[in-house]
């Protein structure tokens, strides 16, 4: 697959009051994409990471969409400074529009919600209903507890040991990047195991 015209979903906090590290990377992560000509997918946040992220495609001339439910959009929780917000009537159906418009996923750090996220994507790659490259942006070892935890799942006989690679781990935006690069222009030939 040709790593032009990509669409990269994003998920990541829409808290506020973060570490400078996080908004930092999550900012050049954005910058990075636009330099690659790869548009941003993201919820639509208009705090956090989302907005960071955005912040960096945009001052870097990309496109950064965003897909949120009407009834975030009625809170005014939107970020209107994004190139077009896709509304969506629930939360479910904005995962899925994401799922469907993207080729990639990258996590950035978050609560609940990002983690609900990442978790659904991750199954839905088992599952093999969405089949995409996915990584795990661990600003400051933020995902360390989380890739311990999926590990123990392996271990444990909960998933299987191929499974291993149903995600990635970089340690800064370039890498994040080059990884997904890497995996789309030269996918596995080794399928990984049905969860069955």
Same mark, same amino acid.
């Given at each position: ?26 900012? @050049? ?5 636009? %330099? ?16 960071? /992220? !955005?912040?960096? /495609? &945009? ?5 950064? /969409? ?25 939360? @479910?159906?904005?995962? &899925? !529009? &994401?799922? %469907? ?33 996915? /990584? ?13 935890? &999926? ?8 998933? %299987? ?23 789309? !222009? ?7 195991? !049905? %969860?069955?």
């Amino acid at each position: 697959m040709t790593t032009e015209n990509i669409n990269i979903c994003v998920f990541g906090a829409s808290s506020r009051d973060l570490r400078q590290e996080y908004i930092d990377d999550s900012y @050049h992560l954005g910058a990075l994409m636009a %330099k690659r000509g790869w548009r941003c997918l993201n919820g639509a946040g208009c705090d956090g990471l989302m907005r960071a /992220v !955005s912040d960096g /495609v &945009l001052d870097a001339g990309g496109e950064a /969409v965003g897909v949120i439910p009407q009834f975030m959009i009625d809170n005014q929780w939107q970020y209107d400074r994004l190139t077009s917000i896709i509304a969506t009537g629930s939360m @479910h159906e904005r995962k &899925l !529009s &994401l799922a %469907k418009m993207s080729q990639a996923v990258i996590a950035l750090p978050g609560g609940c919600g990002t983690m609900e996220e990442l978790l659904e994507a991750i199954t839905w790659r088992q599952l093999n209903l969405a089949p995409k490259p996915i /990584v795990l942006l661990n600003t400051l070892g933020y995902y360390d507890h989380l890739e311990a935890m &999926l590990n123990h799942s392996i271990d444990h006989g909960f998933m %299987k040991q191929s499974h291993h690679r149903l995600w990635s781990v970089a340690k800064n935006p370039e890498q994040a990047l080059e990884l997904i690069a890497q995996e789309l !222009s030269q996918p596995s030939l080794t399928p990984i195991e !049905s %969860k069955y």
